[in-house]
């Protein structure tokens, strides 16, 4: 076990403002956070998250300090091109989605102005940056679903008046990934992980395994993510700890889950799950956190 207070995990530089997610995921961490910041050295050389979502975890260590080295990717090619468009162009995506906000609650149908954006196909990389980040705000529930043929598909969300923008967030988390030399990347996380080696840290936190058949929510990619890809993924894990890694993983208590990762230390907890068409339906699940430390 890493030994550290939780106090100095937890502690922040309170002079600056704090990135935090800029897109609502689901499966997101914001909950799960101080189970998480306990198990995360206070000083890191090398981070990776390869299954990165909206960040919550590298946003939370990034207000403690920047003084690493990350390597963030995601399967999901809109989002990391979002990613990318942030770092490096903030401010022309912070103008074109004030535009969207403006003509969003300016329009007389709300949801045909949503169902328009929708159907839209971006011709640059800004472009394709404020539609997902529009949609996102507005589209229902804050889901990102994609249908076979990688088409967003989640319907118009009804909300009386979202924020669409958040500038001063969109300055700040471009700032965390220029300070910490952020590599990003759109790939399959064994490719992510390839150069990963002794004392680098790595966080998993992969589609959830569902607790049921009915409770499957996997289409953030066109190929969702399978019960044979969680059996892979523990393997990976254990490749990795055995190459030098720490590693964290978080993934929802199930008897799969619970079994593939009995040999390492594992913690179960409850959390809150954003994302439920019901808002009773969003507490009172539980998760495991598994540390896998080299010896």
């Known amino acids: 076990m890493l030994q550290a207070s939780e106090e100095t995990l937890l502690s922040v530089d309170s002079g600056k403002q704090h990135p935090s997610p800029f897109v609502k995921w689901a499966g997101g961490k914001a909950s799960l956070l101080p189970d998480l910041l306990r198990h995360v050295p206070s000083h890191l050389s090398n981070y990776y998250e390869p299954f990165l979502g909206g960040g919550a975890l590298f ?26 468009v942030v770092k490096s162009k903030p401010d022309e995506l912070i103008q074109l989605l004030s535009k969207f906000e403006h003509e969003y609650y300016r329009s007389k149908r709300m949801s045909n102005y949503f169902y328009e954006k929708r159907a839209w196909r971006p011709s640059n990389s800004i472009e394709s940056a404020a539609r997902l980040i529009f949609l996102n705000k507005t589209c229902y529930n804050g889901l990102y679903r994609v249908n ?39 790939a399959d996380y064994r490719t992510s992980l390839s150069i990963c080696g002794k004392d680098d ?39 990795l700890v055995d190459r030098g890694c720490t590693v964290l993983l978080s993934n929802s208590e199930t008897p799969l889950t619970s079994r593939l990762y009995k040999g390492f230390e594992v913690r179960s907890v409850t959390v809150n799950r954003p994302i439920n068409s019901v808002g009773s339906g969003r507490t009172g699940y539980r998760e495991l956190v598994v540390l896998g430390n080299p010896e």
Do not use: W
């Open 201 to 239: 840290f790595v966080y998993l936190d992969p589609p959830y395994q569902p607790q049921s058949k009915t409770s499957s929510f996997t289409d953030y990619t066109p190929g969702g993510f399978s019960e044979r890809d969680q059996h892979e993924l523990a393997q990976e894990f254990e490749k």
């Open 59 to 84: 946003f939370a260590i990034c207000a403690r300090n920047t003084d690493f080295n990350a390597h963030l990717s995601d399967i999901n090619n809109e989002l990391m091109n979002t990613y990318g």
């Open 148 to 186: 076979s043929r990688g088409e967003f598909n989640v319907p118009f969300g009804r909300y009386k008046k979202p924020r669409i923008l958040n500038a001063e967030n969109i300055r700040a988390v471009s700032r965390a990934l220029r300070d910490t030399n952020a590599e990003l990347c759109s």
